[in-house]
T-cell receptor, first 116, second 114 residues
C-alpha cells in the first residue's frame, strides 16, 4: 500500500511551547489530509480536514488558532500545536488520501505528544 | 443517531471461534467503506475495503448492505494475533465546504483467548 510518513513519532515538550508535526505522502498525491487525535482508550477523533491549497475545515470544538494546519502541497501537511498544555497530550495521527481515485485513507505512524 | 455506530465490545472469544462485527451508518449517500485494525498504541491499518458484492480475504469476509446501511466483518478461525480493535470507516462523500467527510466508528475491541 501507499506510504504516509509522520514525524516525529514522539515528542515531549514544555507547557507553553509549540510543536509541529509533519505528515508526508511518499508515493502518491494526497488531495486530502486528515488530522486525528486519540486519547487513551478512546476512538480516533477527527480534528480537521484539509484539501491541498485551501484552508483546513475544523471539526466542532477544535480551536483553529491552537491547532494550525497547513497543506501547502500534495505531499505535505503540517499540524502545529501552539502554546501546548498538558491536556493537549495525546496521540495525533494523520491520514492522507486521494479520494478522486476513491482510494482508502493511508495513515501515518502517529505522534505521541506529551506536554509537561 | 451517530453517523457511524459500532458495538464497543470487548468481544472475548476462544481461539478458533468465528466472530462478527457490525457497523451501521446514517448517511445513505456514503460512497466507500473500510475496515481498519488498530493495535494498542499504534496507528490504524487498513484491513480491507468493503465492496457492494462482498469480498473475502483469507479468514476475513466483509459485506455491505446498502439497503439497511450496515457493513459487517466476519473473522473465521480466530487467532491470538487477531486481538486488536477493529474500526469501521465510512467515506460520506463531499461534505459542506467541499471536503471529504470520513467518519470512524468508535471501534470494537476483540480479545482472542487461548
Amino acid at each position: 500500500g501507499a506510504v504516509v510518513s509522520q514525524h516525529p513519532s514522539w515528542v515531549i515538550c514544555k507547557s507553553g511551547t509549540s510543536v509541529k508535526i509533519e505528515c508526508r505522502s511518499l508515493d502518491f498525491q494526497a488531495t486530502t489530509m486528515f488530522w486525528y487525535r486519540q486519547f487513551p482508550k478512546q476512538s480516533l477523533m477527527l480534528m480537521a480536514t484539509s484539501n491541498e491549497g485551501s484552508k483546513a475545515t475544523y471539526e466542532q470544538g477544535v480551536e483553529k488558532d491552537k491547532f494550525l494546519i497547513n497543506h501547502a502541497s500534495l505531499t505535505l501537511s503540517t499540524l502545529t500545536v501552539t502554546s501546548a498544555h498538558p491536556e493537549d497530550s495525546s496521540f495525533y495521527i494523520c491520514s492522507a488520501s486521494n479520494f478522486r481515485l476513491n482510494t482508502e485513507a493511508f495513515f501515518g505512524q502517529g505522534t505521541r505528544l506529551t506536554v509537561v | 443517531r451517530k453517523e457511524v455506530e459500532q458495538d464497543p465490545g470487548p468481544f472475548n472469544v476462544p481461539e478458533g471461534a468465528t466472530v462478527a462485527f457490525n457497523c451501521t451508518y446514517s448517511n445513505s449517500a456514503s460512497q466507500s467503506f473500510f475496515w481498519y485494525r488498530q493495535d494498542c498504541r499504534k496507528e490504524p491499518k487498513l484491513l480491507m475495503s468493503v465492496y457492494s458484492s462482498g469480498n473475502e480475504d483469507g479468514r476475513f469476509t466483509a459485506q455491505l448492505n446498502r439497503a439497511s446501511q450496515y457493513i459487517s466483518l466476519l473473522i473465521r478461525d480466530s487467532k491470538l494475533s487477531d486481538s486488536a480493535t477493529y474500526l469501521c470507516v465510512v467515506n460520506g462523500g463531499l461534505g459542506s465546504g467541499g471536503y471529504q467527510k470520513v467518519t470512524f466508528g468508535t471501534g470494537t475491541k476483540l480479545q482472542v483467548i487461548p
